[in-house]
């Protein structure tokens, strides 16, 4: 307590304004102390906070013993996995690329070309990604040439990006059968977006008065044609 810190003799000799004066120092002192604290603890938050993350060596290390990566491929890597928490969560990764067929070998190519991959939810992203390229009607092997021919499609969203597009390049081959075998052969044609680059091809195909079966037949010959960029395309249709 405050007050028996207060000699008698001194509250004797000083009155009131002397008790009110110790007090109002004695408040002063505690605002100022817990204000310090309290300042001292918001400002050690961000840093608890960052060094949750695995230190950027242990990546290194673990994506050397994990994946297969060269001590160069695993730093290069690295830098895109800064904000993994525990090595639970690739690992996660890893093991549900295994029990999908993924070899040593595999897994390093998918890792060392899309390392963000080992960042993500299984359940939420990779499960279902699997779950509706297998519904459409890829086998086990129809699945890793996808994944492993066309590794950007790791990243993509699965209805917004990845079934629309899969869908497009269907209905410009033909068939499913065709489509899977043009990835078979590591045409990494659906990279590309349907809005920036097929679409104002296509368009740009029948302002040529390219008639669609003539169109579906140029992109079974050639389907790199229809990914080039839509001034590329213009200057050779006119080239023609």
């Given amino acids: 307590m405050l007050l028996p810190e207060l000699s008698s003799s001194l509250l004797r000799r000083r009155g009131s304004k002397t008790l009110l004066s110790f007090l109002h120092h004695r408040r002063l002192g505690y605002l100022l102390y817990f204000s310090s604290s309290s300042a001292t603890t918001a400002a050690a938050a961000p840093a608890a906070v960052k060094n949750s993350y695995l230190e950027p ?5 673990y994506l050397i013993t994990s994946s297969g990566l060269s001590p160069s491929e ?3 890597a690295s830098k895109h996995l800064r ?3 525990s090595p639970q969560q690739p690992d996660s990764v890893l093991g549900f690329f295994k029990s999908h067929g993924f070899d040593d070998a595999d897994i390093k190519k998918i890792v060392s070309c899309q390392p963000r991959c080992l960042g993500f939810d299984v359940e939420k992203s990779l499960a279902p990604k699997f779950r509706a390229v297998r519904d459409l009607g890829f086998s086990q092997s129809d699945l890793l040439n996808l994944f492993l021919s066309q590794s950007p499609v790791l990243n993509f969203r699965l209805h917004r990006t990845l079934l629309p597009r899969i869908e497009l390049w ?4 033909g068939s499913m059968e065709i489509l899977k075998k043009f990835i078979k052969r590591k045409q990494r ?8 680059r097929i679409l104002p091809n296509l368009s740009l195909l029948r302002d ?5 079966q003539k169109i579906s037949l140029i992109v ?17 249709s006119r080239s023609r």
């Avoid at 269907?170 to 081959?173: D, E």
């Fill in 208 to 212: 040529c008065g390219i008639p669609d």
């Fill in 74 to 76: 695993a730093a290069k």
């Fill in 220 to 236: 079974k010959r050639q389907p790199t044609l229809i990914v080039r960029r839509p001034d590329s395309l213009r200057h050779f």
């Fill in 189 to 196: 044609f659906l990279s590309y977006s349907i809005e920036k």
């Fill in 57 to 61: 060596q242990f990546m290194v290390e």
């Fill in 170 to 173: 269907r209905n410009l081959f």
């Fill in 83 to 85: 904000r993994i928490k």
